[in-house]
């Protein structure tokens, strides 16, 4: 079977009609619901691009990978899902983003070429790459900020949009009276991007993941990682034109939520970013923008699935769908992600199974709560290998796509984020190694720790399901922290940095075989069987003068 793992970036849990949304409509995502299973409670392991992604390749939690924020290496020798998949006969293909920053000095100690095989996956997240290209082509006076090579702007310039950097000047640039209205500044959100939408960025990568299948033999899995609907927010026509104010849901906020607020809560909220969501204008003015991004990756997935189905690979091919985390987009205040809120860390999680075996759940919702490395363990499950749980903290979700949880259920979800690098960790003058929050949350309750002296957020699902009031501080709350804190406590516990040496490894050591004459604690030689000290028993041997 192959496997089509299909990523997009910053792509909110909500924003699908299968999930309620009431003016946004995605008929092919959807499809692809009714034929599978949608998780409703699928948390991603980090509210932040590289730390997420590097949860996802790994099947590892951010403390146990430390890749902890974009930039910030992936170590050399870090297992990855293409590893796992390669020793089982399963090829792992990248088409488009992983965030991923080679961990250069780790690979000059150990004397790895980059353009050696083992170099080039230590280099890409374990991916053979038929296709990299991260998608933040952003460009200032101190250079670009990606400085690799970019396949979609050197795709553009043979198209001839003939500029250094058509990323910028026409993917994520509109025109107004002659002059560039860059996407950068959200006030251009209603332009259309000056760009043919068959040519932008979307269109581009479903076309190169549609080369990859056609020259591809299986079994496979190719990861299919969009960077849209990520901003910068601005889509070429007719997506621009879609929708407007009135599509636009009430904002989830209210005013009680900055009344004695949380310090890194209050921090976030203070910043550009923060302040600028906070404004209506800008609201009116994303949010169309936004939903029209995702209308077209809807339709790419339309034209995606439709080559699955006349090339007749649909009946062979698990697909699934998700994001690395969601976007605030002005609820509580906040803009982007950061932070634990659901709109944030809830990510949508679509899986297809095309075997029999998950015929019974097909077009249903499940509620359990799950994490985005439970995807990675169900990409081993499905390719037919045995997860490794000593170094995979992910759990296979196909008991539930075959209408069972036994051994799937999981009590609580766990989400990390080191805000170390980010300027809020210098607004509060929080040093580096205590600029990290953990977010615990079961089906009633979610809490925030916070290092540093913080105390910690708390909701209560339950009946503040919009998250609206922090109990964090509220004495009433005590025993709700301590349970939520004995779950952490125990999530701190796990064993995650025995990954040379499986369960397995260990049980075999304990079996026959293995007496190999270490003898500790045994008094005399009476104490034993025969067999096991023969070797220290009979006539001291004669030495030989030489």
Not at 331 to 358: C, N, Q
Request: hydrophobic share 35%.
């Amino acid at each position: 079977m192959n496997i089509l793992y299909i990523m997009f970036d910053q792509l909110r849990f909500d924003y699908l009609s299968c999930a309620g949304h009431p003016h946004l409509h995605t008929p092919h995502i959807d499809r692809l619901a009714a034929k599978g299973v949608r998780f409703t409670n699928a948390y991603t392991q980090s509210p932040i691009c590289g730390a997420a992604r590097m949860s996802a390749y790994t099947g590892r939690y951010v403390s146990s990978h430390g890749a902890a924020w974009n930039g910030f290496p992936l170590r050399v020798g870090e297992v990855t899902l293409g590893d796992h998949l390669r020793a089982g006969g399963t090829g792992c293909w990248l088409v488009g983003k992983t965030h991923m920053t080679v961990d250069a000095k780790g690979m000059e100690r150990l004397g790895l070429a980059p353009n050696s095989v083992i170099g080039a996956r230590q280099a890409e997240c374990g991916f053979d790459v038929w296709c990299r290209d991260d998608g933040l082509w952003a460009q200032g006076p101190d250079g670009f900020y990606d400085t690799k090579r970019s396949p979609y702007n050197e795709y553009l310039k043979a198209k001839g949009y003939g500029t250094e950097n058509p990323w910028a000047s026409h993917a994520n640039a509109g025109v107004e009276d002659g002059e560039m209205t860059s996407g950068w500044f959200m006030q251009n959100a209603r332009h259309a991007a000056n760009i043919d939408e068959q040519d932008s960025e979307t269109p581009w990568l479903t076309s190169k993941a549609i080369a990859f299948m056609e020259a591809t033999d299986g079994p496979w899995c190719a990861h299919v990682s969009y960077i849209k609907p990520h901003w910068p927010y601005i889509v070429p026509a007719p997506y621009n034109d879609l929708y407007g104010v009135d599509d636009i849901l009430p904002v989830t906020r209210a005013e009680a939520e900055l009344d004695d607020p949380h310090p890194i809560y209050a921090a976030f909220t203070a910043g550009r970013v923060g302040q600028s969501f906070a404004r209506d204008a800008v609201r009116e003015a994303v949010i169309p923008a936004y939903m029209g991004l995702i209308k077209q990756c809807d339709d790419q997935m339309g034209r995606l699935f439709a080559y699955l189905e006349d090339s007749r690979r649909a009946d062979d091919t698990m697909i699934i769908v998700t994001s690395d985390h969601g976007d605030y987009l002005g609820d509580h205040w906040m803009g982007e992600k950061d932070l634990f809120h659901a709109p944030s860390v809830k990510v949508p999680l679509i899986v297809y199974d095309p075997r029999t075996s998950a015929d019974a759940t097909r077009g249903t919702t499940c509620d359990a709560l799950v994490e985005a490395i439970d995807v990675t363990a169900t990409i081993i499950d499905a390719a037919g290998g045995a997860v490794p749980e000593h170094i995979v903290e992910g759990r296979s979700l196909l008991p539930y796509l075959q209408g069972t949880t036994a051994g799937s259920l999981r009590d609580y979800v766990i989400s990390e984020y080191d805000y170390s690098a980010h300027p809020v960790a210098k607004s509060l003058d929080v040093a580096p190694k205590d600029a990290r929050l953990i977010m615990v949350a079961d089906h009633d309750w979610k809490m925030v720790h916070c290092e540093g002296g913080f105390r910690p957020m708390l909701y209560d699902l339950r009946h503040d399901p919009d998250e609206l009031v922090d109990l964090g501080g509220d004495p009433a709350y005590v025993n709700q922290r301590a349970a939520l804190y004995e779950k952490l406590n125990s999530w701190a516990r796990r064993m995650s940095q025995r990954v040379t040496v499986s369960d397995a490894d260990i049980a075999a050591r304990h079996g026959p075989g293995r007496d190999t004459g270490v003898l500790l604690g045994v008094y005399s030689p009476d104490e034993l069987p025969g067999d096991q000290t023969a070797t220290y028993r009979g006539p001291a041997p004669t030495r030989h003068k030489p």
